[in-house]
Nanobody, 126 residues
Framework: HVQLVESGGGSVQAGGSLKLSCVAY????????LGWFRQTPGKDREGVAG????????YYADSVKGRFTITRDNAKSTIYLEMNNLEPGDTAMYYC????????????????????WGQGTQVTVS
């Protein structure tokens, strides 16, 4: 039974920081691509950042480069998303995602290429 469990969302003022965590249970954590997507009502889910758990290669949406950092702790089967200098436009439900490594095809930020989703954690920036 595969489960991705997020935590760390909340409400902050613009310019503030939050750190999201995602633990992968029952999942072949190694040599896969885990990441974060976000979604607001009425809009498509968009890729924020991804990380290859095998070699640590990272991917970022242009809108978050320089502000967000994705990291991994393989010993804990956990990925993190550190979000700094948050803006009101970052307000969304954030979802942890899991799929095979990018070498298997698709793109890191296409929701249709994702095999597993977490339940989501809300981030609100005012």
């Amino acid at each position: 039974h595969v489960q991705l469990v997020e935590s760390g969302g909340g409400s902050v003022q613009a310019g503030g920081s939050l750190k999201l965590s995602c633990v992968a249970y029952g999942y072949i954590y190694s040599t896969n691509l885990l990441g974060w997507f976000r979604q607001t009502p009425g809009k498509d889910r968009e890729g924020v950042a991804g990380i290859e758990t095998g070699d640590g290669t990272t991917y970022y949406a242009d809108s978050v480069k320089g502000r967000f950092t994705i990291t991994r702790d393989n010993a804990k089967s956990t990925i993190y998303l550190e979000m700094n200098n948050l803006e009101p436009g970052d307000t969304a439900m954030y979802y942890c995602s899991g799929r095979g490594p990018l070498k298997y095809g698709g793109t890191w930020n296409n929701p249709k290429d994702i095999n597993f989703w977490g339940q989501g954690t809300q981030v609100t920036v005012s």
